[in-house]
């Protein structure tokens, strides 16, 4: 059974930065494509960023240059580093396996003076 927990969200000013984890388990991370997706009020989940099992990443155009996705395949762990955050980015942020089509149960991060 595959279980990933997302930690790391919160409450921070504009312009500030957030690094969110991904912790896996009953899968190996490195053997698995996996992205960040999020959900804003109102909004459908989109996904923003994504990690191939050949390290190749990808960035919604809203995130791209701001926000980087990694790995550490010894803890098993995927992160989203998260910078210049803006009002806009406030969302649940999901993690997401994409060939079990696996997601963690989401943490908030809201973004406001």
């Known amino acids: 059974q595959v279980t990933l927990v997302e930690s790391g969200g919160g409450l921070v000013q504009p312009g500030g930065s957030l690094r969110l984890s991904c912790v896996a388990s009953?899968?190996?991370?490195?053997?698995?494509?996996m992205g960040w997706y999020r959900q804003a009020p109102g909004r459908q989940r989109e996904l923003i960023a994504s990690s191939t099992i050949t390290d190749s990443t990808s960035y919604a155009h809203s995130v791209k240059g701001r926000f980087t996705i990694s790995r550490d395949n010894a803890k098993n762990t995927m992160y989203l580093q998260m910078n210049s955050l803006k009002p806009e980015d406030t969302a649940v942020y999901y993690c997401y396996e994409f060939s079990l089509a696996a997601w963690g149960q989401g943490t908030q991060v809201t973004v406001s003076s």
């Open positions: 009953g899968i190996t991370l490195s053997s698995h494509a």
